[in-house]
């Protein structure tokens, strides 16, 4: 029996299996204590610094390995009790939920995919009147707005069809995608095909408009909506568009069935071109200002347009959390998974669902996992109300509406548009101490740093049937971009008064603070890196031993560790669900992205901190042609464009290919000598072994491949001119 003497409504279970891990990190621990050893008692005489290099890099990975068994340490799972909660509770009695949806870009994010990541969300199990969908448009799109005209008018056929039919996922894009049709009942699958073929021929309408783009003046004229587009200069320059498509408390607001719709708003902000927007944290500042006008509902349901609901039990199942507490603490979000539904499951630019599994897992049972921008739902109060502590309530402006008063949606519109005017937050807490906050490009980590080091505990949680299913990068840019981004702004966190060292320290576990670091240490991780990857091949070509001999037995704690530590990765990654070629591939991402993106990051975040660049929110793109996508779904690595990036790439596969022909070429060894060779720099040949298996792809792409998602010449001839470069260098 819990609270109040009723039966709890989750359950918080530690995962099994720990004394495995835990005995593991130990070994691991006393392993590292003997390469340390080593490395300070076998110091050379000469070449000092590339030794001391190879330590400081070695002490960095041991640093970071603490760090992740600190979030591993300890890792919780939850499960609820959704039919106590109906016991418990009403189906009148359920609490608002109002969800946000954002999109920024309808070339970038195209308005098929928004709606239906708009109607998955409107579909779920829930009253439909205790919900209100808001969708924002960044982007200031006519089409976008046309689209959710569109569904609009099909969530009267949809939300039924999905009630009937219990269908999962209901984004009707995915489900239709993904189900056959209904073979058993002649009924049903009439209706099927009836809904099917509207939901296509909507498809196509909303296509064909976005291919065209711009809304036709026959159309314009179907909806006062649009009118609102004579004022609108550039997406960079508009006044504010709010337009209510389905009033929920309109008693003609219903399906076909005459069951109630949930409340359907667009929103795109004001935007002039001198005054900044804050990205994403701007756009959902101004939806929790204009949703408390309009439904005001106690919880925030926050999804990108690129992820759909795939379990329209979700929202009960959060709420299990907020309905309880845990020891003593009211519960600030829950936070789902990101997980990808990219229609072919294909992990060659890595697998975050997996990795990211644990990882947060571990963080829930250190004090909380972190906010990651998508599919959370939020306490209204903890986002947004409460300031230091829960005694001090910062009242916002827009609060102080009295939401009683039935208005009509025209009036509201007008009335509300305010709220989203780019002047509005100025001399306001907005963004420092109330909302989502700026200035940094992870809005969602420092928001959820921040939520928690007022005190609040958040929930991780991970149903059986995915709650969200949304997009990864299909190429390896936008992979690689979308993780400098994350790089870039996770470090401006941990240089900021925001750092959880700092910030947290009152309220935050320690351990807490700590398993942020995961995070925040992207960016240093990849000197070390880079250091291993160039360093030891360099120092091959030159003839400089870095590490024991292979017959010495110092060379057994440096292959117990690292061969330990990839297989109990490899064993981790397959528990989660992974496969082992998902696995080799996190690992060459784990590479590039460490040699690159968070590279790239550094350097940025010096640029910034002297002055002189600001940081931008590249949108990822959500949109490949049918070449693209064929490639994608052979698993085949694109590059296509000249990066700087994929130089880098290059020249260090280019470097280490170079570095192992050299060796294993040398005709001026003999047999005997061959194995002299091995034997003192076995470790390094193994490395660069390593770095050119982790590689093919590389070098496929730079001279194997004739499709347009090859490495341009111009990045391969660069890149052999750089290596070739260092080479010349290293051996004479
Ligand atoms: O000016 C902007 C820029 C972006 N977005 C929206 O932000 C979301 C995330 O953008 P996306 O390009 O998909 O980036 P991701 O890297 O996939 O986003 C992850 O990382 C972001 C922080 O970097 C978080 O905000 C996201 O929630 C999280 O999913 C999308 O819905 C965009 O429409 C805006 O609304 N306004
Ligand atoms: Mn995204």
């Given at each position: 029996m819990g609270k109040n003497g009723y039966l709890p409504l989750f359950e918080t279970r530690p995962a099994r299996g720990l004394v495995f891990f835990r005995s593991y990190a130990a070994s691991i621990f006393i392993g590292i204590c003997f390469i340390c050893f080593h490395r300070v008692s076998y110091f050379p005489v000469t070449e000092r610094w590339v030794w001391v290099g190879m330590f400081v890099a070695e002490l960095w990975f041991s640093f970071y390995f603490f760090i992740t068994v600190i979030v591993k340490w300890n890792p919780v799972f939850r499960c609820t009790f959704k039919d106590r909660l109906s016991s418990r509770f009403e189906e009148e009695e359920l609490l608002g939920v109002d969800i946000f949806v954002c999109t920024a870009d309808p070339r970038l994010e195209p308005p098929t995919m928004v709606v239906s990541t708009v109607l998955s969300v409107m579909?779920?199990?829930?009253?439909?009147?205790k919900l209100s969908v808001y969708l924002s448009d960044d982007g200031c799109s006519d089409l976008t707005f046309y689209a959710l005209l569109e569904a609009s008018g099909f969530a009267q056929l949809w939300l039924p069809f999905c009630r009937k039919l219990k269908v999962e996922p209901t984004s009707p894009e995915a489900y239709f995608q993904t189900t056959p049709e209904p073979v058993d009942d002649a009924f049903m699958a009439n209706e099927w095909l009836i809904i099917k073929k509207t939901y296509e021929d909507m498809r196509i309408r909303i296509e064909s408009m976005t291919r065209l783009g711009k809304v036709p003046a026959d159309i314009r004229k179907e909806h006062k909506g649009f009118d609102e587009w004579d004022f609108v200069v550039s997406r960079h320059d508009h006044p504010s568009i709010l337009q209510i498509l389905i009033d929920g408390r309109d008693p003609n607001a219903i399906d076909i069935e005459g069951k109630a719709l949930p409340t359907l708003v667009y929103l795109a902000r004001e935007k002039r071109p001198?005054?900044?927007?804050?990205?994403k944290a701007g756009a959902l500042n101004a939806l929790i200002r204009i949703s408390s006008r309009i439904s005001n509902a106690p919880f925030i349901l926050n999804v990108d347009c690129d992820m759909h609901s795939n379990n329209s039990k979700a929202i009960r199942d959060a709420l299990c959390f907020f309905l309880d507490e845990d020891n003593g603490h009211e519960i600030a979000y829950v936070q789902y998974p990101q997980t990808?539904?990219?229609?072919?499951?294909?992990?060659i630019y890595g697998s975050l669902r997996v990795v990211m599994k644990l990882e947060l897992a571990g963080f829930d049972g250190n004090g909380g996992p972190c906010y990651i921008g998508t599919g959370c739902v939020h306490r209204r109060e903890s986002l947004c109300g409460m300031k230091y502590s829960k005694e001090l309530i910062v009242e916002s402006k827009a609060m102080k509406y009295d939401t009683k008063i039935i208005e009509k949606a025209s009036s509201i519109e007008e009335n509300c548009k305010a709220l989203a005017s780019c002047t509005y937050e100025e001399n306001t807490p907005w963004g420092k101490e109330m909302g989502v906050k700026y200035g940094c490009v992870v809005e969602d980590i420092l928001t959820g740093i921040c939520i928690q080091s007022r005190g609040w505990r958040s929930v991780y949680l991970t149903p059986q049937r995915e709650a969200f299913l949304g997009m990864v990068p299909t190429t390896l840019l936008d992979t690689l971009v979308q993780h400098k981004r994350w790089a870039e702004g996770d470090f401006q966190i941990f240089l900021s008064k925001h750092c959880p060292f700092v910030y947290g320290c009152q309220n935050m576990p320690l351990k807490l603070q700590l398993s942020y670091c995961i995070y925040l240490f992207w960016v240093p991780n990849c000197f070390a890196t880079l250091y291993y990857v160039f360093v030891p091949s360099f120092c091959l070509l030159k003839g400089i031993s870095l590490f024991p001999k292979i017959s010495s037995s110092w060379g057994i704690p440096y292959l117990y560790v690292i061969v330990v530590h990839r297989v109990q990765s490899l064993v981790e990654f397959v528990w989660l669900g992974g496969t082992v070629r998902g696995w080799l591939n996190e690992q060459r991402m784990w590479m590039f992205k460490r040699t690159t993106s968070y590279f790239f990051a550094a350097i940025d975040n010096i640029l910034k901190l002297c002055g002189f660049s600001k940081s931008a929110f590249i949108i990822t793109g959500k949109v490949a042609d049918d070449d693209l996508n064929r490639r994608y779904e052979q698993e085949s690595m694109e590059f296509g464009t000249s990066s700087p990036m994929f130089t880098v790439l290059a020249t260090l596969a280019l470097f280490n290919l170079f570095g192992l022909v050299v060796v294993g070429t040398n005709?001026?060894?003999?047999d005997d000598a061959r194995i002299k060779v091995f034997d003192i720099f076995g470790f390094q040949i193994l490395l660069c072994c390593v770095l050119v298996f982790v590689n093919l792809p590389i070098y496929q792409g730079m001279f194997f491949r004739k499709d347009s998602?090859?490495?341009p010449a111009s990045v391969t001839l660069r890149s052999i001119a750089f290596a070739l470069l260092a080479s010349t260098l290293a051996m004479y």
């Open positions: 579909a779920y199990d829930y009253p439909p009147h001198q005054i900044h927007h804050n990205f990808f539904g990219n229609l072919t499951k294909n992990e005709k001026a060894i003999n998602g090859k490495i």
